[in-house]
């Protein structure tokens, strides 16, 4: 191992330019060589990239989005595109190649490892969290803390007016976000799409609250469950209650990482790097059981993380 | 002078408790007393009120909503509403009505007082600054800076995957909030109510912009400017870029109020206070020419406060 | 088990109010009653306490501080005063009693319970981490990001000036804190009091710093490595550099709770209400590799918890 | 007017870059160039500088510090100096200098016109807000809210522990920050320089405070009012609270500024470089009821900005 690459792929998530650098300081204190290409898989198909030094990282461990940049990239799956990334590796010399991105990024370094001889690792950072693997994802407590602090602010206008709020999260096939979200903002209901709820169901709940002296709420919903603007017609409609629905947006996806994800970004960053110098194949690194561990990347890939559904349990409990 | 009551009336800003407890700390430094009426005017048609003290006004000034709940309650202008207010200001002997809220408010404290010899004092509270007869509004500067720290974060996102951003915030009939988020952003483009403009123009700036290698973009825009939606498959449709909507939403109605929303309602409880004591007519309390000072009510309310356009000239130079 | 108590004792720490409501509101669902014990072991010595019910703990899961008070109190393991709150205990029919503190609450739990029958059950949470037992405290997170957030801003203006700071966060025996804020802000030089560091190292690590073209650096120290004042002035001597001190101070005990610290809350709660209801003993709930579990209270609270210190390594390669 | 400078000198303060961000796209669009010298006076002295254009100013209006350095420069006032300083203008046809900093930066500036033709301007930065000839300085706002905002947080520990603190600000002649959080955070009692106050005085306020059920408060005080840490331990010996003190620090300088400094930014540059094109002579621009304007800098620099001692009257008042 003497080069390695670092990219950025997918969607961005805060705590990935802490990423980069701590990969980038970590390798070079092993003697290794960095690249950063740019512009998620593009910069290898295109064989653009920046040299990283231990300098030129310097200032970013606080910065949200990612100075490699990212681009969703599905065409890269084609016979073409893998060969020219893989030409691009072979180049430069790229001996192990550091992706730092979701699911589909690590289903991507697959491919392209199918077609060349570098060492992949993968460094999950997603705000979804969703990552077969590892417990926590790089962002997710950062988007996680981004929409808890303005529902915080909505609460306010929610408990002056009385009204019943639908707050809208990212996750557009899971719950993870929606699920800690709507714990810790003590939410009366959580809707995510591994779970059904009948509108009739949130209805009784609201109604039942209605009745305890709760004439506010608060729902966080998963952008996945369903059309949140019609529910909260249908909410308005069924319950004596002004609803209104609110999105919290991209902006989950930027802001300075928490201590958390910046956390997570220097402890993969140093598994990672220890993975390819142990040259052993292609693997995921993440948090098992509050350790940081490695997984191959193949199995990681496999399997689909599910969310504990305990938590939606005890988030009801806690709303009552 | 011996008792005055309080009302928040209309939408909900940050910094109308602070504007509550400074009224009530006030008046009873003059020795007046002073009761709080519940849930916008709704309380005065129902002789709903809490009496409020020194001490039950304590540890609010720093909380967004309103303690005393707000209702938007466009029935109170029918005269038999208008009746029953009039007859619970008699009823609880109420001399003076502080009347905390925006354009609406004080137009309804005018009917009001049309039945009732209470002498009313309006102070302008409302995220949209839109009321005649003050430079600024209390909770303008919180609503602002909420929507400044959210679209940093949007920003981060844009840099990363190169796409423009519109990002919308409240205002329906007026640019005030979206001229001060736009040029303090740094906005590429500031859409506001006031001031047209076309399709062609927005797709020129970007292109240009673009030409000069600024690959993203933030666009601030008023929601009462139109379809934003549609506006984003547009720009999408007639530029290269991915073009995303993002809304701020109602956390721009909640949150602790900025040192200065809270600094406007200290300032502006004191003179309301003092105006009720001088029993010389119905006011509204406001910022002139950074002091404060007091204007006939009916005078203020015959008026529609203007952005000042060149704000916009300055934002356009200031994003090339 | 019919009736408990709760009581939050020692330093406070964000968090424990929605760990106050995640106890009564999950007791409750159980058919407990639950009376909140007020201003720490104070309120058992005294028999001072409030009926906490789901609608009376509403509202508070997003604030700092304790809704019950507080206080530090040394004399409690007095004789007269264990046997004072044990009456109490009798004298209201408290079954079992959630102590929510840190570990000096817990050695008071255990003195108490030699005297009483209720049984005990501790809840860490504390800003120090340092609670044997748990991986994690309800705080801590919270703390940590406080400080984080204050550093970044204070890292603006050392680049500017080009100056040293050295950062003082909160731990007078452990380097928890320090030790998670040094490595999330990215921090030149941690100092903690389980590892000595030389006056001499500091300077020749910010010379070889100057050296690399690093004209400004962070150093973060926990209060109990010594006089920071002191060694601010020695680096001056030392070293070519302006060297200024911050102490970040009382704010890292309060503010809202992040999402961490409240999910957190929200587990332990839940796992100590049923604790109790197997009425099994005194015991300790906490994170163990990231699952909720209890421990013997005598054994948690025999040990003291070691920082990693191979997160200073870690640190240090990433300051490089 | 073809070529203009742009320093930053004394201490920073956020909206800095903004302020030189607008200077430079605002010369640009007016057909100028501009140069940035580094690191101060020290830059003019030395003849360092950097090319400032549009695209080299982006993305930096969020951020705090100045990207051009500064250093406090009392040297500066020497005759040889000076004399480098105004051969550093000479030499890069400078026609126009923007200063941007404080009282002591304008100073500078007048001394370095006596040697130099080139036109001054000086744009009030300052956290101080203690510059004559503005109603309010870039900065202020946010170092008035970083300073609230840790109070915030303050005020939860003091609450929970029933205690007095002590908050030292910034401000070592002049109490207008002081001021400003204190009224804003509602403090029990501002200490400024400006206002002696006994320690009787502050005792009996604490003692009435406590008649009245206020068992805790807050004490805001400039640094300047004298030795605040023996302030707290006589406190605490007159009265029978615990008394603590927490120093604010540096934090104050940085952060990202709020909107209100960025906006103060973005009109004061406007108005420089307006002024500047005129070639009338030396003018501080600056905010005079609520509208920009220019005042000969000669006479700003004369006088000494008073605090509005109405103001602690007012604060005193709400307090209550």
Redesign the interface.
């Given at each position: 191992m003497k080069t390695i690459g670092v990219v950025?792929t997918g969607g961005?998530a805060?705590g990935?330019n802490a990423a980069i650098?701590?990969v980038t300081?970590?390798a070079?204190?092993r003697g290794l060589e960095v690249v950063g290409f740019e512009?998620g898989w593009e910069g290898l198909v295109t064989n653009t990239y920046q040299k990283l030094t231990?300098?030129s990282v310097?200032?970013i461990?606080?910065?949200?989005?990612?100075i490699l940049?990212?681009?969703?990239c599905p065409e890269f799956k084609k016979e073409e595109n893998l060969q020219k990334a893989a030409q691009t590796l072979v180049k430069n010399k790229i001996d192990g190649l550091v992706v730092i991105g979701g699911d589909g990024s690590f289903r991507g370094a697959l491919d392209l490892s199918r077609k060349s001889k570098t060492q992949m690792v993968g460094i999950p950072a997603s705000i979804d969290n969703d990552v077969n693997g590892t417990?926590e994802t790089i962002g997710f407590?950062t988007a996680?803390?981004?929409a808890?602090n303005?529902?915080?602010?909505?609460?306010?206008?929610?408990?002056?007016?009385?009204r019943i709020?639908i707050v809208e999260v990212m996750g557009k096939e899971r719950g993870f976000l929606a699920l800690?979200?709507g714990?810790?903002?003590?939410a009366e209901v959580i809707l995510i799409p591994e779970q059904q709820c009948t509108l009739g169901q949130i209805v009784e709940t609201l109604k039942e609250n209605a009745r305890?002296?709760?004439k506010t709420g608060i729902i966080v919903a998963a952008e996945g469950v369903g059309d949140n603007a019609k529910l909260a017609q249908e909410l308005q409609e069924h319950t004596n209650s002004e609803v209104?629905l609110?999105?919290v947006?991209?902006?989950?996806?930027?802001?300075?990482p928490?201590?958390?994800s910046?956390?997570l970004a220097?402890?993969f960053a140093?598994k990672a790097v220890e993975v390819l110098c142990e040259e052993k194949g292609n693997f995921l690194v993440g948090?098992q059981?509050?350790?940081v561990a490695a997984m191959e990347l193949e199995k990681a890939v496999a399997r689909k993380k599910q969310v504990d559904l305990h938590l939606l349990e005890?988030?009801n409990?806690?709303?009552?």
């Open positions: 950025t961005d805060p990935m650098r701590a300081r970590i070079h204190a512009r231990p300098r310097g200032g461990v606080q910065l949200g989005g990612t940049r990212t681009v969703r417990d407590d996680v803390n981004t808890v303005i529902i915080d602010k909505i609460r306010d206008t929610a408990i002056s007016h009385e709020f800690n979200v714990i810790t903002v003590g305890k002296g709760k209104r609110s999105i947006g991209y902006a989950q996806r930027g802001g300075s928490t201590a958390r910046r956390l220097g402890m140093e948090l059981n509050n350790s005890l988030a409990m806690l709303a009552t």
